[in-house]
């Protein structure tokens, strides 16, 4: 079911604006993470980082540590990346390969499949009680290569949970062959939803972008919001070109810039096959780290991959100076909270779910 809301300054839409305290309150952030991101499917990793069998990586969801490893089998699972005999937290690494993880704490290992396998401290009847002391797995998905994990154990399945989006991806058939080449962190002094308020309108590209909008033709401009997502696309000038790069059809179409609830945006810039990342991982109420990560068919990049990255790094970089200034704006006295324009309704859309969570 698409998600339309018509804004209009008679309904709650429009009286439902976010109050700023929604950005600067502690107590918000904590409500935030109990229902919101411990309850929805977060994007954690992309299976060419678990190529593999025994490769790992390890992570950390709504403050809970995770890992996620490829076993013997050949099967990606994932895991809370704590022990069960004393909480400790099971792997250090970022990544690696191995085949049993061990606990640092008294040397308790665990097959790649999550199965106890020896407890150094438990002998005879002791080994017996503890035989089901297994790594507690956590609920994970695959589509489109992306992997993503849910601490609900009731949540809805991936695809059902972002109505048609994972069909409109299928359109760039080059997804499959995409490999993460690179990842970048920025530390943005502000909080998340500013970012994300920011990333879903664009009437402050013409003053804050010059590059995006001297290459994406605006007048052509849509933004759509549906069933927990929303998209933003437009058309390449017609006076743009990748030099001598043969592209198929789905590589020439226009920019499509896609947001998933609640902390997840994804990028598909035309020219040489590709997709970017941004997921936003509150630090605190005011701070957030910002993971952008680059997906190419090749880690070795080609001089117009190398320009699509240096054209997306400059936009993001203009776009966190905003956030940071908005975020000083956010503690002043001087307003409880904006107003929306009628090109703003993915704001709308957002705004309404942060409430419809934390309200309950």
């Keep these: 079911m698409a998600y339309n809301k018509v804004i209009n300054k008679s309904n709650r839409t429009f009286e439902r604006t976010l109050s700023y305290d929604k950005y600067t309150d502690p107590k918000v952030l904590e409500k935030e993470m ?168 664009c009437d402050h590209c013409h003053v804050a972008h010059p590059s995006f909008i001297a290459t994406l033709d605006m007048n052509a401009y849509q933004i759509m919001t549906c069933e927990n997502y929303s998209v933003q696309a437009s058309s390449v000038k017609p006076d743009k070109n990748y030099g001598s790069v043969e592209l198929d059809e789905a590589e020439m179409q226009g920019g499509s810039f896609y947001w998933l609830w609640p902390n997840l945006m994804l990028t598909i810039y035309p020219g040489p096959g590709n997709m970017a990342t941004i997921q936003l991982k509150p630090i605190d109420h005011e701070n957030t780290l910002i993971v952008y990560t680059y997906y190419f068919r090749d880690e070795e990049l080609t001089q117009d991959e190398k320009d699509l990255v240096a054209f997306a790094e400059q936009v993001r970089q203009e776009d966190i100076d905003l956030v940071e200034l908005e975020q000083i704006g956010f503690r002043s006295r001087a307003f409880e909270r904006g107003r929306y324009s009628s090109s703003e309704q993915a704001i709308v859309q957002f705004h309404e779910m942060v409430l419809e969570a934390i309200d309950k």
């Design 34 to 201: 109990d229902v919101i991101f411990s309850k929805t499917w977060q994007k954690v990793g992309h299976v060419s980082q678990l190529e593999k069998e025994g490769s790992f990586f390890t992570t950390e969801v709504a403050n809970e540590p995770i890992i996620v490893v490829r076993g013997q089998d050949g099967v990606i699972r994932a895991f809370y990346n704590v022990c069960p005999h004393r909480a400790t937290k099971l792997e250090q690494n970022e990544s690696g390969k191995k085949r049993i993880l061990q606990c640092g704490y008294h040397g308790w290992t665990f097959k790649l499949d999550g199965k106890l396998n020896k407890t150094p401290n438990f002998r005879g009847e002791d080994a017996a009680c503890v035989q089901d002391a297994c790594l507690r797995p956590v609920r994970m998905e695959i589509l489109e290569s992306l992997i993503f994990v849910n601490l609900d154990d009731d949540a809805k399945p991936l695809a059902e949970s972002y109505g048609d989006f994972f069909e409109r991806l299928s359109k760039f058939p080059f997804l499959g062959e995409l490999k993460r080449t690179n990842v970048k962190t920025r530390h943005l002094k502000a909080n998340w939803k500013a970012f994300v308020d920011n990333y879903l309108e």
